[in-house]
């Protein structure tokens, strides 16, 4: 008898083993990220910036945030993204983020809690980049240097400031021309707003993922190319940032916005946040699921997370 008891529990102990061998893994994984993409001091090397005025980072601090559009309208495309990320952040905060469409000019937008998104076509409009910033400035009384020149850095960006009267967030994405978009513009598209607006609701930051043989964790990883003098709007170039990372956001990034959104700490950027991560684990992994699970949030989740092969999207 006690015999059979040994084996009877050796074989539950190798069922639980397998049961939850990959959960530990995973956990071990998701720290690991959390802890590249969070764990950070921010700092700001702008020659002639108030650097006196304080920092505070904290991914809800942008919980029920407006998000004004200025620029070009959204087209299609941009507009199923915004939709769903606005769903998505309204099912994990348990509030809305209303969408304000101000045309052509900032001034329209409110001035408390929002994020500015400029969306654009063709070259970036570094002239209204810096007329929004002024703005800005003016609004939160953010310290910018007065004579700096803003240009776009690349087609899709996200800019935080802290001023004295609060935060400005500015957005500036690139989106299809008008007209029919292909396959692979309306993937390229996608995943230049779908990124920039998981990285402007959560504070995470790049992630270098330097082994092609590891399978691909979080929309924030990036293969680093050399594309420094390839056109923005070459197919190659297109093809080539969506060979760099998911197209859109992996379960970790659903995991890490209901991180953000529960974890009573001060700052999500600091020890603490990795700490609550690890002691909630299981539950917020059952949250992602369930949300991975909604079909109304498809269109801005990669349940396979892998990068697009170029091959695949010619127009």
Known sequence: MRCICRHIAGLLTAILGLAIGPALADKAQYLDMARRGWS??????????????????????????????????????????????????????????????????????????????????????????????????????????????????????????????????????????????????????????????????????????????????????????RLRHVAWGASGFKSAMLSSNPPALCAFDVFMLHAVARAPVEETTTPDFLSYIDAQFTPLQALTEATMRELRFAPVLDPACTPRAAAKLRQ
């Open 40 to 225: 950070y001091e921010l700092r700001s090397t702008m020659v002639g910036r108030d650097m006196s005025i304080p920092v505070h980072i904290n991914g809800r601090n942008l919980k029920g945030a407006e998000i004004c559009l200025v620029g070009k309208p959204p087209t299609e495309g941009s507009r199923v993204v915004l939709d769903a990320f606005r769903a998505l952040l309204e099912h994990v905060h348990g509030v809305s983020a209303p969408l304000r469409e101000a045309g052509e000019d900032i001034t329209a937008c409110d001035t408390g809690r929002l994020v500015v998104l400029r969306l654009y076509s063709g070259l970036p409009p570094n002239r209204a980049l810096g007329s929004d910033l002024a703005w800005m400035d003016r609004v939160y009384e953010l310290g910018l240097p007065s004579r700096h020149v803003w240009a776009a850095s690349s087609p899709a960006m996200a800019q935080t400031f802290f001023g004295r009267k609060g935060s400005g967030t500015h957005v500036m994405v690139q989106q299809a021309a008008s007209g029919g978009a292909g396959p692979l513009d309306q993937e390229y598209f996608r995943s230049l707003l779908v990124e920039e607006l998981f990285q402007t609701f959560t504070f995470g930051m790049d992630i270098l993922h330097l082994d092609a043989q590891e399978p691909f964790l979080s929309k924030l990883e990036e293969n680093p190319l």
